[in-house]
């Protein structure tokens, strides 16, 4: 539901399909907008090693489960990050607002 709203129904767009690209590599300045994050929460690796126009990502080791059932009920970007947040955790939990905040609604 979460993507869906964003792209098609909250900026209008209703005939949207995902570029066919992997964007794990992005770079902030380059476009703002981010696809991976769940992989961010899911892999053990900082892309911020690659640079300072790269996402910081210090939280790791969520499951796939964990991942697809805190997007239940998740409107936008950030109620998912709560959903995670109140229903597991993580040791790596503290770091969930930073990754976010790489990207915004």
Known sequence: MMTLNRYKTKFNNPNYSYKLHNLQYQDLNYDNYYTSGGYDMIDDFNQRDFGNDFPIDRVNSYSLKQLQDGLKGARYWNQWKDN????????????????FNNWQD
């Open 84 to 99: 995670l947040k109140s229903k597991y955790n993580n040791p790596t939990e503290m770091y969930l607002d930073e990754l």
